[in-house]
């Protein structure tokens, strides 16, 4: 509690700033804000089944930010969880266009723009000025050059998610926070309505922009969690809690009315979540920052992904060291975790199995030559043909280089032909996915 009491107005109103998200200063690279996270996931696209394809909107919230992030690969965010809670369930592909510090009306410009397919300067977007770090006004600047880009992935997508609406309040809330709380109070009640107006018109704009650049795609949209615990105080809590729930009931009201322009919206509650948690499920008794935290973002991820699948999956980390030594990652092949009767091995950052292992995962028929010590895979029309100690493979007739070759291993009494699990997959057709964060891959036909 002393450290919520050494939290003064001004802190608290810095905390609630998104200004103060140095995402910059964290070393994130700009480059890699948008589209698929590569540096979180190895991925080999092969012609699989069409996958499920997501993209990511909205401001830091989306992007995942955490204080004291250092690189682009240590943030884990809600759509990251909701990219491999659609690996569950068939192939998939993520794509983030999230921005540091957006506003809803950045959000429509920012659509606009994909839509007439234009490129756009951070300053097209929206009024960065006031972020203290300039390299937020490159990321800025990154996003507004790939509008084409979003443009083909709106035109793709099967779900658009996002979280959008902090920023619209921001000096708003830092300007009541200077006040007593009692004339905080009077102050908001007199003002809030015309705020709530116009951050719910600016989000339709966004919506019918969305629409119709993603006719196919399912929108889904949170609600606001409140950006200050009870502890700073209870009666200005009670006031904000008012707030969060006018604003939902009118996204609600909003997803009535674009229903009637036949646009699918639907709102996922997350206020409830964070409720009474603020402490536990953000940093702000900790960093003085009210971005989730892990917790948080695990949070917001199940709330999206009950109301998509109606469930959710906990997958656990694996750990990638034991003993110092490397450890080979889970698998899941087709939604399901792989067990196998053989130990996964790891050689040079690849992952191994027993060759009928691989054959009893993917389905396919195995042969075994013996004079070649050849392994020849066979599922529908697709043929996959791997040689002991060769750092080739044959896949439909074509040779394929492979990193590390397949070798023989003494198991007990019996030699065993391990091969690379993720080379044979694709060859099979299957979509390999490597997510770093849970030492896990994800394997789908």
Known sequence: MKKLKALSVTALAGAIAISSFAVGAAGIPAANAAGTVQSTTTQTQTSVSSPYRIVVLGDSVSVGYEPGVKDWSDIYGYGDRLYEQALLHGPAELSNYAVVGLTSEGLTNLLQGAKDKK?????????????????????????????????????DSNLVAMTIGGNDFLDYIRSLLDLDPKDAAVK??????????????????????????????????????????????????????????????????????????????????????????????????????????????????????????????????????????????????????????????LRSSTTFLALTDVADATGAQVKWDNKTKTAT???????????????????????????????????????????????IATGLQYQVVYRSHLNTAFINS
């Not at 300039?134 to 083909?152: F, P, Y």
């Not at 006031?239 to 729930?245: G, H, N, R």
């Not at 003993?323 to 092949?333: D, E, L, W």
């Open 377 to 423: 895979f066979v599922k529908g029309a697709n043929t996959v043909s791997i040689t002991l100690g060769s750092k080739t493979m044959k896949v439909n007739g074509a040779a394929k280089a492979l990193a590390v070759p397949a070798y023989a291993q003494q198991v007990g009494s019996v030699s065993k032909t391990y091969v690379p699990l993720a080379a």
């Open 119 to 155: 490129k756009l300067t951070h300053s097209q977007i929206q009024d960065f000025t006031k972020f203290p770090d300039d390299r937020i006004i490159g990321l800025a600047d990154e996003i507004g050059a790939k509008t084409v880009a979003l443009n083909s992935a709106l035109a």
């Open 188 to 345: 908001l009640n007199a003002e809030i309505d015309g705020k709530l107006n116009n951050y719910t018109d600016q989000v339709k704009k966004a919506i019918q922009l969305i629409h119709e650049l993603a006719p196919q795609a399912t929108i889904k949209l949170t609600d606001q969690y409140l950006p200050m615990p009870v502890q700073y105080d209870a009666a200005l809590y009670d006031q904000f809690i008012k707030v969060t729930d006018n604003l939902a009931d009118r996204l609600d009201q909003l997803a009535k009315e674009l229903d009637d322009e036949g646009i699918a919206v639907d709102v996922v509650p997350i206020r409830s979540l964070f409720a009474g948690k603020e402490m536990s499920l953000t940093h702000i008794f900790y960093d003085k920052d009210v971005h989730p935290n892990q917790q948080g973002y695990a949070a917001i991820a199940e709330q999206f992904s009950d109301a998509i699948w109606q469930s959710y999956t906990r997958i656990p980390a694996k750990d990638k060291l034991k003993n110092g030594q490397p450890v080979a990652p889970a698998i899941y092949i087709n939604g399901q975790a792989l067990t196998t009767p053989n130990q996964p091995m």
